[in-house]
Nanobody, 123 residues
Framework: LRFSCRRGGGLVQAGNSLRLSCAASTRTFTGYVMGWFRQAPGKERECVAAINWNGGSLYYAESVKGRFTISRDNAKNTVYLQMNSLTPEDTADYYC????????????????WGKGTQVTVSS
């Protein structure tokens, strides 16, 4: 399974929004839990959001609840992360990932990883 991460990362001022998207090259996209992780310099990687195969189950890290929204379009094999009210603490490299196991959040690791996209939030 490979990912093609579309545009979304970049530099943004605090309080603004960004939308990340990631398309997966697989015929069995619905067989995967999808997630977004981030890693800031000097910090451990964390799962910020995850979504089950049909979007019926969602997981969010406490630090992003109410501000980030994960969604997926199974017809397009794409997962999205809408990030609102960004703060400098959200600055990190963001990665999309896929896991073929059953729904068991929180996730610390997944089976497949996309390339990271850098998000920088200025104050």
């Amino acid at each position: 399974l490979r990912f093609s991460c579309r545009r979304g990362g970049g530099l943004v001022q605090a309080g603004n929004s960004l939308r990340l998207s990631c398309a997966a090259s697989t015929r069995t996209f619905t067989g995967y839990v999808m997630g977004w992780f981030r890693q800031a310099p000097g910090k451990e990687r964390e799962c910020v959001a995850a979504i089950n195969w049909n979007g019926g189950s969602l997981y969010y890290a406490e630090s992003v609840k109410g501000r980030f929204t994960i969604s997926r379009d199974n017809a397009k094999n794409t997962v999205y992360l809408q990030m609102n009210s960004l703060t400098p603490e959200d600055t990190a490299d963001y990665y999309c990932a896929a896991d073929g196991s059953r729904w068991t959040p929180p996730y610390y690791v997944m089976d497949y990883w996309g390339k990271g996209t850098q998000v920088t939030v200025s104050s």
